[in-house]
C-alpha cells in the first residue's frame, strides 16, 4: 500500500522496463533521486548497474518484508557521484539525523535477504523511534549523541497523545537530538528506567541523555507538553543543564 502511494507521487520520475512494470521504483536522474529521499522519513535506494545486478532480487524480496520503508533502484552512474557512492551499492537515508548509510555490495561477505532486512531495520532510525534491541544499534551509532526520551507506559492514555506530540516536535530539533520512545510497561526497558531513576508507576516523563558527556536530565515532574519539552531541549542546547542536578545515581551503562 505504501510502496504504491509512493510511485505514484513518483511518476514522473519513474520509468518501466521493457517487458512491464519494474518490482522497484526506477530513478532516471539526480531529480528523481531527490524527490525520493525527501519523500519519507526512511528511505532505500539500490544505487545498481541494472536488474540483473548481484542483490537487486535480495533488495526486492527485502523490500516486500519491510514495507514501512520505500525502496528504489539508480542505475545511472552519473547520479551516484553525488552521494559518493563508487560500486553497487544499497543506500539507507534518513531524515532524523541526516545520515546515509551504505552497504557496498563487494564488501559484502554474504548477500541475503534476511541480511538486507536486518540492515535495513538496524538503520530505520526515524523521527521518532521506539527504543528496542534492534533499533538501539541504530540509536547508539549515530552522530547525533542527545537522545530526548520519552518514557510511557504502552496502552496509556498519555503514552498515545504525548507520542503524536512529540512526534510533531521532533523535526525541529533534526540533527541535535534523537527522539526516542521508551515502553516503560515492557520488562526489558525496565534497566533503562532504573539508570533515570525511574519506575513504571512515575510514568510519563521526559529526560534527555547526553552521550558525550554521559549525563542525564530529567523534566520536573508535572503536566508534558509540547511547549515544556522544546524549552527543556532549548535549555540543553543553551548549556543551561550542566549545572542542574543530573536524574538518577547509577554509573554509565547502555539504554
Sequence with gaps: ML??????????????????EAELPLLNDAKAVETFIDSAEVVVIGFLEGEDSHGYKELVAASKRVDSVPVAIC?????????????????????????????????AKKLESDGLVN???????????????????????????THLLLFANRGSKEYTELKKQLEV?????????????????AKSNFRSLNYFGLKSKDL??????????????????????????????QSFLRGDLKNVKQAGAEPKTEL
Excluded at 75 to 83: L, P, Q
Excluded at 84 to 106: G, M, W
Design 3 to 20: 510502496r504504491t502511494l509512493f510511485v505514484s507521487l513518483l511518476v514522473s520520475c519513474v520509468t518501466a522496463t521493457k517487458e512491464g
Design 75 to 107: 542505475t545511472v552512474k552519473e547520479v551516484w557521484a553525488s552521494y559518493s557512492i563508487p560500486s553497487d551499492t544499497i543506500a539507507l537515508f534518513r531524515k532524523a539525523d541526516n545520515h546515509q548509510e551504505n552497504l557496498v555490495l563487494s564488501e
Design 119 to 145: 540492515f535495513i531495520t538496524i538503520n530505520e532510525v526515524r523521527y521518532f523511534t521506539e527504543y528496542n534491541q534492534v533499533t538501539a544499534v541504530g540509536l547508539f551509532n549515530s552522530e547525533v549523541k
Design 169 to 185: 516536535l521532533a523535526p525541529e530539533f533534526t540533527g541535535k537530538f534523537l527522539f526516542v520512545l521508551i515502553n516503560g510497561a
Design 204 to 233: 510519563p516523563r521526559v529526560g534527555i541523555y547526553d552521550g558525550d558527556s554521559d549525563m542525564k536530565w530529567l523534566l520536573p515532574e508535572g503536566e508534558i507538553t509540547p511547549e515544556k519539552v522544546q524549552d527543556f531541549c
